[in-house]
């Protein structure tokens, strides 16, 4: 089956269309919320929550290839995940005075796999994981960032500058070792 049947099946409400993109997309899209909730049973919940409302929303997308419905599935999954955050108090930013002139030098990540670097990033406090996610990993801007978490945008680049320095002492320590 293609995408593009299985988008056209599920605007029907055909079940094994449905079955096909949940088989499809579930794992990055478990992989996505993690990301974000460090509990795999809140993880599991939020995608199946992101899920449910693509399947309600289907008849609003418009195919144009696999990777859209990537696109769309993160763009609700990233936001199923901060109205959790939201929810659960944990996404706490507090503005800073002096963000925009915020600049830490970039350096070497090493000889450190992707699973290591992953769970640095799940050890972030919250604030600054969220929105080191939302930049480096999903792309987003500090503009739509600052509206998607309701901040400014130099509140959104001192977390992101905060987090980079706190992975990068994290590395300087294993390095070191």
Same mark, same amino acid.
């Given at each position: 089956m293609t995408g593009q049947k299985a988008i056209e099946g599920c605007r029907k409400q055909d079940r094994i269309c449905q079955k096909y993109i949940f088989d499809r997309w579930s794992e990055p899209m478990l992989m996505l919320c993690l990301r974000y909730v460090k509990a795999l049973p809140d993880a599991e919940e939020l995608m199946l929550n992101g899920f449910y409302q693509f399947f309600r929303s289907v008849e609003r997308f418009v195919y144009t290839a696999d990777a859209g419905i990537t696109a769309?599935?993160?763009?609700?999954?990233?936001n199923e995940?901060?109205?959790f955050l939201r929810r659960k108090g944990t996404l706490k930013i507090v503005e800073e005075k002096y963000a925009a002139?915020?600049?830490?030098e970039e350096t070497p990540i090493g000889k450190m796999t992707a699973d290591e670097l992953y769970r640095?990033?799940?050890?972030?406090?919250?604030?600054?994981?969220t929105v080191f996610n939302?930049?480096?990993v999903e792309g987003y801007s500090h503009q739509e960032i600052a509206a998607m978490l309701g901040i400014s945008e130099g +509140?959104? %680049?001192?977390?992101? $500058?905060?987090?980079?320095? +706190?992975? %990068?002492?994290?590395? $300087?320590?294993?390095?070191d070792k």
């Open positions: 769309w599935l993160t763009k609700i999954m990233v995940c901060l109205m002139g915020t600049y830490v640095l990033i799940l050890d972030l406090p919250v604030g600054y994981s939302l930049y480096v +509140a959104s %680049r001192s977390q992101l $500058s905060k987090a980079r320095e +706190a992975l %990068r002492k994290t590395i $300087s320590v294993k390095q």
